[in-house]
């Protein structure tokens, strides 16, 4: 079956500027993960639905980073105000309730 | 604090050689133990994961050691061939929480 998708694959975003990144997990997954990855390292956790409530947003940067998933299906990162230091890849992650989780491709992010 | 450290943070063997990768973590209260896979562009890809009631498991040429009173895993990869090439990631999750915990993973590279 289709696995996680994520759009747009690639953004490049002027400092300062708002992005929506988007996520459609795999049917019936009803966890929903984001994940950030700076280059040459590892995932680093950001936030966690479970179904459309999100449960844990501990890993959230700064109250520029918000996520949501308002069906308990596609889910929305949106970034305020981007700084350079938000130049990432922004990962998507699904699974079965507490089960295995199974990442999208991600979308880079590049703030010039 | 790196709550999963991974070692060596790169590595290059023979095409039919054994690739060992290593992990340690701090916190006791960890109890899944995944392993990803990540090529260039790509999100990580679980291969094989453990919990800490076992001591080894086997996938295919992928098996994972856990040593837990040395809180200590790793991933060992026989017969490796150039498509391993890759970036490896171990990760950890704690029991009540979903989010996993990442190290900085290891680049592999295997030569024809």
């Known amino acids: 079956g289709a696995g996680v998708s994520q759009s747009p694959r690639y953004k490049v975003a002027k400092r300062g500027q708002d992005v929506a990144l988007r996520c459609d997990p795999i049917?019936?997954?009803?966890?929903l993960f984001w994940y950030q990855q700076a280059l040459g390292q590892g995932p680093e956790f950001l936030t966690y639905?479970?179904?459309?409530?999100?449960?844990?947003k501990s890993g959230l940067p700064s109250d520029r980073f918000f996520a949501e998933r308002p069906e308990g299906s596609v889910s929305t990162l949106k970034i305020q105000r981007t700084q350079q230091e938000d130049s990432a890849v922004y990962l998507c992650?699904?699974?079965?309730?507490?089960?295995?989780?199974?990442f999208g491709p991600g979308t880079r992010l590049t703030v010039t | 604090q790196q709550q999963v450290k991974q070692s060596p943070q790169s590595l290059i063997v023979q095409k039919g050689g054994i690739s060992i990768i290593n992990c340690a973590y701090e916190?006791?209260?960890?109890?899944?133990f995944p392993w990803y896979q990540q090529f260039p562009g790509k999100g990580p890809a679980l291969l094989i994961a453990?919990?800490?009631?076992?001591s080894e498991k086997k996938e295919g040429r992928f098996t994972i050691s856990f040593n837990k009173s040395a809180k200590q895993f790793s991933l060992h990869i026989m017969d490796s061939q150039p498509g391993d090439s890759a970036t490896y990631f171990c990760?950890?999750?704690?029991?009540?929480?979903?989010?996993?915990?990442f190290g900085k993973g290891m680049k592999l590279t295997v030569n024809p």
């Open positions: 992650a699904s699974s079965r309730d507490r089960g295995e989780q199974y």
């Open positions: 049917s019936g997954h009803v966890s």
């Open positions: 639905f479970q179904n459309e409530a999100q449960l844990d």
């Open positions: 916190n006791t209260a960890f109890d899944y």
């Open positions: 453990i919990r800490p009631d076992v």
């Open positions: 990760a950890a999750k704690q029991g009540g929480s979903e989010k996993l915990v």
